[in-house]
């Protein structure tokens, strides 16, 4: 090996390729998991969402003159189930904010305070807005932090004013925190009011007290369908839906969303494993041909040791340990060059991979078994030579 140093690294060239993309995509993938459970635990997985109309509900009932519809009312009748810690109400459109000479247009949400625990949003400065800001239809707003250094730079926003399509509401408080949110939103951008100033100043709805959809939680360690199996009930009873006749909601459960991003993320790491281990399943041919084409050069020394009294058995093991030599220092160079790929992906911040013990474990067992398994059948056609023979070879 150290005589043909050339020949050696460029069979080792294909183990390190192979146990770098084996190590690195493992590494991606489990990251890959780990992010989209994260994500995931931010959202709630014992979330529900329930906005009007059903699968053939919306169709039927429009014919006969019923246009589906969730109400405050619903939300309020949702809250009082001991199946649930909470249900709140949805009111949401985009508008055009205004400070000054300052204009975004911004997608405004009007809730309850009972959506800031559903959800789980902080207030980072000054606070909410109460239940009694909602009877009153205060005029006040709740955003996030980009919203406030956008409109309020190097300012104290509280107690400010922003125009909403001209009609003005001031600014009580300043979300923590940001990231995408169920509706794809950024948190960092909300405009959050009470539901009641939005439907009073700014989203019309056919009637007074329709909302465009109720998130409703949980209860902590609760079995998630039977609160489905109660909100259903609950709303077909509240909207005087017959037994033949189909809802005019629909309930979507965040959890089943959940279960099926995890297994499209466990399907894509073991994808990546499987293009990893292709890899070095090329390399190990490449070490295969090396190794044979070794043979024939060293057919003379094959001779000469077994002349001198090695058996079939020093010259396998011989040429196998030469196998799994190349293959290990191989992977422990490719472990190395994985590591340095996975921290530069770590250091542009967009995603954090790491390399796990299990991946090197892996990939190293993995190596060993290439060298071994492709190294046989070379070191066994060197053990079956003749003596006699190998020292007649020119």
Known sequence: MLANRLRTLLTMLGIIIGITSVVLLLAVGDSMKRFIAKELEQLGTNMLFISPGGDRAQQQRMRSGAQPAMTIADAAALNELPSLSGAAPVLQSGFNLSVGNENASKTVHGVTPAMFKIRGWKVDKGSAF?????????RM???????????FYKQDP???YIRIENVSFQVVGVLYGEGKQVDGGDLSEYVIVPITAA???LIKTAFPGNVHYVVAQGKSGGNLQDAIMDIGETLRDRHHIKIDQPDDFRI???????ETAQKISAGLAALLGLIGAISLIVGGIGIMNIMLVSVTERTREIGIRMAIGAKPRDVLLQFLTEAVVICLVGGIFGIMLATLAARGIT???KFDVFITLQAVVVACGFSSLVGVFFGFYPARRASKLLPVDCLRYE
């Open 252 to 258: 979507d459960n965040l959890a089943s969303f959940a």
């Open 158 to 160: 509280l107690g400010k």
């Open 347 to 349: 250091a542009t911040g």
């Open 141 to 151: 707003v709740v955003i996030g932090r980009k919203i406030a250094d956008q409109f």
């Open 199 to 201: 439907s009073a100043n």
């Open 130 to 138: 109460s239940d009694a800001d909602v009877r009153a239809a205060s």
